[in-house]
């Protein structure tokens, strides 16, 4: 089947601007999470989703990032006034269950954002 | 602050030697703990998952142990291959906030044959 799909693969923008970065997860799964990652480094938590709702957006780390997901499937994750600093690989991974009873994470190949 | 240290030192070792990976949290009260793999340009791929009542986990020719008063988990990979070249991630959950992985930098295993 269908693992957990991210587009674009890569994204490349300029200092300033506006991003979106889609999920598809694998289908079923109602817990969805969003991470980064920079080079040389493990993937950072950013916010859980379990169905339409953001369970635990603690990680975002402004109030430029912002996810949804409205019909408890897709979801997208909206950077406004990129910085040079948000460069790196955007991770989403998908479970069947809630994180609490501590499922399996299916994570996708990520989105590489490149700010310029 | 809570930390997670994993070898930031690549580890290379022979084929068909046992690969042992070590990681090292502080400041944290786990409720369980997990091993990725990530392959360059992927994403992390889910191995093996230990709570922290328990002090072994087996799965094929892998190996988890993990020790609360040490505060420390080892990553076993037997009669290691090639194809098991690749970095390795630890990953931590805590009771009060299960849905809030936090990784560690991984550490990169490369197997000469």
């Known amino acids: 089947g269908a693992g957990v799909s991210q587009t674009p693969s890569n994204k490349v923008t300029e200092k300033g601007k506006y991003v979106e970065l889609r999920c598809d997860p694998i289908s079923g799964h109602t817990a969805l999470y969003w991470y980064r990652q920079s080079l040389g480094q493990g993937p950072e938590f950013l916010i859980y989703f379990q169905g339409t709702g953001a369970a635990d957006d603690s990680g975002l780390p402004n109030d430029r990032f912002f996810a949804v997901r409205p019909e408890g499937s897709v979801s997208t994750l909206k950077i406004q006034r990129t910085e040079r600093g948000d460069s790196a690989v955007y991770l989403c991974a998908s479970s069947l269950i809630p994180a609490e009873y501590t499922d399996t994470q299916y994570f996708g190949p990520g989105t590489r954002l490149t700010v310029l | 602050s809570q930390k997670i240290e994993q070898n930031s030192e690549a580890l290379n070792i022979q084929e068909g030697k046992t690969a042992t990976l070590t990681c090292n949290y502080t400041?944290?009260?786990?409720?369980?703990l997990q091993w990725y793999r990530q392959d360059p340009g992927r994403g992390p791929v889910f191995l093996l998952l230990i709570r922290e009542n328990e002090k072994e986990k087996r799965k094929e020719r892998l190996k988890v142990t993990f020790d609360t008063t040490l505060k420390q988990s080892l990553f076993h990979i037997t009669a290691s291959q090639p194809a098991d070249s690749a970095t390795y991630l630890c990953a931590l959950a805590s009771y009060s906030s299960a849905s809030k992985i936090i990784f560690g930098s991984g550490t990169r295993l490369s197997i000469r044959p």
């Open positions: 400041n944290y009260s786990p409720a369980y």
